[in-house]
Structure formats: C-alpha cells, structure tokens
Nanobody
C-alpha cells in the first residue's frame, strides 16, 4: 500500500522558517516523482515544488522560488521542503503527492496523496 505522510507544519511568525517532511512507503522510492502542493483557505490546491526522479527536472512555483527548497533523503524514503522567509500568504495545508510522470504542478498528474500538514504564518 502506497503511503505518504507529511509532518512539520506549525504556527510561525512572518519571516520565520519551517521544514516539512514527507515520508513515503509502499513503493520503490526512486521510481516516482514526488511533488509538494498547498491549499490556502478558499483556494484551489496549487503545485509549489517537485523534482522528477525520472529525469531530475525541477519545478518551483514563482511565489516560492528563492525561498523554498526541495530536497530528499533516499536512504529514509523521505523528501523535505525547507521554507524560509515565510509570509502570511504561505498559510495553508501542505500536501505531498506521488506521480509516475515527470515533474508537474498539476494535481491531475498525481496518483497518491498524503493527508496534509497545516502551516500558519502570522503577521
């Protein structure tokens, strides 16, 4: 059974940092693309970062480029999202998701989803 479990969400002040983790199990880690998405209250879920394990293509949404960094630890089957210079607009539920396809910011490209972790940035 494929499972993705996010953790690391918290309440943080503007300008602060958080590191989210996504622990994957039930599949061969290196054969899937894993992406990060977020969903702000009342808004659609948007793709913010991913690195394809098929061709190493990378994607960062314009809104997070230069502030967020995606990394992975293959030995732990875990990917991370380091988030710096957080702003109130970064508030939302953050999800990781797995796809057989190359890197994509579209929710429709992903098959498996975690339950999400809440990030709240206060001003």
């Amino acid at each position: 059974e494929v499972q993705l479990v996010e953790s690391g969400g918290d309440l943080v002040q503007a300008g602060g940092s958080l590191r989210l983790s996504c622990a994957a199990s039930g599949f061969t880690f290196g054969t899937y693309t894993i992406g990060w998405f977020r969903q702000a209250p009342g808004k659609e879920r948007e793709g913010i970062a991913c690195i394809s394990r098929i061709d190493d293509s990378k994607y960062y949404a314009h809104s997070v480029k230069g502030r967020f960094t995606y990394s992975s630890d293959n030995a732990k089957n875990t990917v991370y999202l380091q988030m710096n210079s957080l702003q109130p607009a970064d508030t939302g539920v953050y999800y990781c998701a797995a796809s057989h396809r190359m890197c994509s910011g579209s929710v429709y490209a992903y098959t498996y989803w975690g339950q999400g972790t809440q990030v709240t940035v206060s001003s």
